[in-house]
């Protein structure tokens, strides 16, 4: 199919064939070529770049301007029709310039190392229009969106800032922290706004659907995805992180959680670097670093939403027992169901697995402290009127531990902290 018979049939609105579009694609992109390179017109070739790298490139809205961030504190702007540059801003911040975000079709804000965020006006590049700060660390990532009508930002001290750039007070700007995970790397909005996508140095990607930045701290106050991570991979109970279950419902209107971990098999991913959306919102790219550090991989992943939610699960703080809510079509169907759950033949897509017949536990991790070891037993006392007493001692201990549950345990025991009831029933036995 040529590039002319298939603009035809996108131009009448006709069913594109499978293949034509990745050939398409295919011819086009491979005919591009580098125009010129601006940063070393006027360079020799032993002579430092006056602006240095260029961190990231965004078009206006109406795609006449293209703004550059650079390495060197400096700000280009160029034509995007006629390719020359305009204008340049050469101590645009005090540091490294690391992003840019067109609001309008004039406003555009800038992000830096220096943690500050600045906005600027196309008409007057002389001086900012308005220097954000509340960032404590090098601010690395900025999104607005059109629907709260707030700017977006987050950088390596592991915060997400909104900013409402309409209001005007004595101190500034209002703004608020949404959100704050450790190992924070990445942030980005879909382009209909419905969801923040979080990549971060733990191997996962967070993503936020039916995304409202308006109630997003309250919602997700005090949630760690690295813990909840964590109780995932080690199938322990924490209470700390089982208690926000419900930010994974379905039922969750607003703001529900979704953790993303679908690499590769021989990608064994340690630090998601770079996050790119696609303009259509139904994929992210991401560029992370293998575990071993020698590999870098980069993957796509399907964001859609899975229709239907078969299960709910929920943590009865009372009794420290696991539960599931099932959804049948009938009463006659939950016995079949329960039996199915005790013999393990469920088909549940389960976020992380305790059984109170089998308890795993994992070797303690390197520089996390321990429960104390229980105290030692009392040392016997050598008289042989005590023996008959010592013996039917014996027997009532050995008569409690036939009546307790049966817990299957490793054969060797590592005091955990995620396991410590497990250590305080031994304890107990012990005094016993």
């Not at 009508?149 to 309409?166: A, E, H, Q």
């Not at 419902?249 to 979704?258: A, C, D, I, L």
């Not at 299960?311 to 703080?317: A, C, G, K, S």
């Not at 017949?357 to 042989?384: C, E, K, M």
């Amino acid at each position: 199919m040529s590039l002319h018979k298939w603009i035809q049939r996108r131009e009448y609105g006709w069913p594109l064939q499978r293949g034509d579009r990745d050939l398409i694609m295919h011819r086009v992109y491979s005919s591009i070529q580098d125009h010129k390179h601006w940063n070393d017109l006027n360079n020799k070739p032993n002579q430092v770049s006056e602006f240095g790298a260029v961190f990231n490139l965004e078009f206006s809205p109406e795609g006449n301007v293209l703004v550059a961030a650079c390495e060197k504190k400096s700000i280009l702007l160029f034509d995007a029709i006629t390719t020359k540059q305009t204008h340049k801003i050469t101590d645009a911040h005090s540091d490294n310039v690391n992003c840019i975000k067109f609001l309008d079709d004039r406003m555009f804000a800038t992000c830096s190392d220096d943690t500050t965020v600045a906005l600027w006006d196309l008409r007057y590049l002389k001086m900012k229009v308005r220097s954000l700060h509340g960032h404590s660390n090098w601010v690395k990532n900025i999104e607005y969106s059109q629907n709260d009508k707030l700017l977006v930002t987050s950088g390596f001290d592991g915060s997400i800032f909104t900013w409402d750039i309409n209001s005007h007070t004595e101190q500034g700007l209002i703004y608020q922290k949404v959100f704050h995970t450790s190992g924070l790397m990445r942030c980005r909005l879909s382009p209909d706004g419905s969801k923040l996508v979080i990549c971060s140095t733990g191997g996962y990607l967070m993503i936020i659907h039916n995304l409202d930045l308006t109630t997003l701290h309250k919602d997700l106050c005090g949630f760690r995805p690295s813990m909840y991570r964590l109780m995932q991979m080690g199938h322990q109970y924490i209470p700390q992180a089982a208690k926000f279950d419900h930010v994974f419902s379905k039922k969750q209107k607003k703001n529900r959680v979704e953790l993303v971990t679908d690499f590769p098999e021989d990608n064994d991913a340690e630090v998601v670097l770079a996050l790119q959306i696609h303009p259509c919102g139904h994929s992210i790219l991401s560029r992370n670093i293998s575990y071993d550090e020698k590999t870098e991989w980069s993957c796509i992943h399907n964001i859609n939403e899975e229709p239907g939610d078969i299960t709910e699960r929920m943590v009865d703080t009372n009794s420290s027992r696991r539960k599931r809510k099932l959804t049948c079509e009938s009463n006659d169907d939950l016995p079949d169901r329960l039996a199915e759950e005790e013999s393990g033949d469920s088909t549940d897509d389960v976020r992380y697995s305790i059984s109170r017949r089998q308890r795993t536990l994992r070797p303690r991790l390197t520089g996390r402290t321990a429960p104390p070891p229980p105290p030692p037993p009392p040392p016997p006392i050598s008289s042989s009127s005590t023996s008959s007493s010592n013996n039917s001692n014996s027997q009532q201990q050995q008569q409690q531990n036939n009546d307790q549950p049966i817990v299957n345990r490793p054969e060797s025991f590592v005091p955990d902290i995620w396991a410590a009831e497990v250590t305080v029933q031994e304890r107990a036995i012990r005094q016993n």
